[in-house]
Structure formats: structure tokens, C-alpha cells
């Protein structure tokens, strides 16, 4: 018996444009494949639908009639200059093609166009691809953070010197990176 060949993605005629209610499907599917599929360190990130409050924005990227890759962007807490990128996946089969590059770009024109100085990334693993991808396209490792939990029970990021003052006994989640660059 002869085997099928293995799926491979379409034409390649790659275009990028903002979520629109009607891609609340497609954003679900590509955020669970891309992001938070089985062989993502973010599997808790899985959506059911469109995040609400929504991000204040998300693009999509789409081969043909598939969509296949998205970005989110939230303004950055504590800096009003800084765009933050919030969350980027691209389907596996789709990946170093370039996908996440032109989102960034599309990010960066955004980002730029309303005022933003800088865009910023809070990376939390420490998986080298991840933090290739972030150097590859012009971001620089600009501080480490800690996810802690406060005595009132709210979680912060803060910086490692900080734990000591701002985290209750055992409170301590997660170690990031925090990723910057400079928009044009």
C-alpha cells in the first residue's frame, strides 16, 4: 500500500490584515494550533473565543483562504510608550517561512502609527528557538522579570530584586524575559 503524501500548506500568497468578528473562528483555531497546540510550552493559553476585553489589536495572517498565523498587541502595563506583544503563533507546518517576521511588521506600522515608541515581548520559557526569534527581528534582551503573588493576592511582574519586597513567602510563578526594540 502506497502511503499519502504528507499535507502540504497552499499557494503561499501570504497577506496580513486586523481580526474582524467574523474571524473569531479562524483566530480560535490558529491561537490553539499555533500557540497553545501540543507542542507549545504556553498550552494553558488554548481559547474558546475571541479574548474579552479584546487586545487592542490582533492581526492575522492568511496563505490563500487560511489563516495561519496571528499576533495580539496590549498596551504595556506601567509604560504608556510601549506596545506590547501579547501573543504570536503560527501553524506548525507554516513556520520559518517568514510568518512571524511580517506580523511584527505589521505590529511595528501599527505600533508606530498610534504613537507607540518601542514594542516589548514577555517571554516565559526557555526554549532558545523562542528567544532566537525574538533577536532575529531586532529585539534586545532589556530586563528579566518575576511572576509573584502579593499578600492581596494580585500577581505583578517585577523585577528580580524586587521578590524580596513585593511577593509573599512561596508566591513566586514564573521567571521572563523581557524582550524591546526601538520602533522607527
Known sequence: ?????????????FAVEPYRPELEPWYVFVRNEGYAG??????????ARYPDPPPLRTFLVRDGPLYVGFVDL??????????????IGI???????????????????????AGYRRMQ???????????????RH???????????????????????????REARPFAIRNLS???SRELP
Do not use: K, N, Q
Open 1 to 13: 500500500m502506497v502511503s499519502p503524501a504528507p499535507l502540504a500548506p497552499g499557494p503561499f500568497e
Open 38 to 47: 501540543f507542542d507549545s510550552p504556553y498550552r494553558d493559553g488554548r481559547a
Open 74 to 87: 496590549l498596551r504595556f502595563e506601567g509604560d504608556p510608550a510601549a506596545l506590547d506583544v501579547g501573543a
Open 91 to 113: 501553524l506548525p507546518h507554516y513556520r520559518r517561512r517568514g510568518l512571524g517576521g511580517l506580523l511584527l511588521g505589521a505590529a511595528s506600522r501599527f505600533g508606530h502609527d
Open 121 to 135: 515581548a514577555l517571554v516565559r520559557v526557555l526554549d532558545p528557538r523562542i528567544h532566537a526569534f525574538w533577536t
Open 138 to 164: 531586532r529585539f534586545a534582551l532589556a530586563a528579566l522579570r518575576v511572576e509573584v503573588e502579593r499578600g492581596d493576592g494580585v500577581h505583578v511582574w517585577v523585577a528580580p530584586e524586587d521578590v524580596a
Open 177 to 179: 524575559y523581557l524582550y
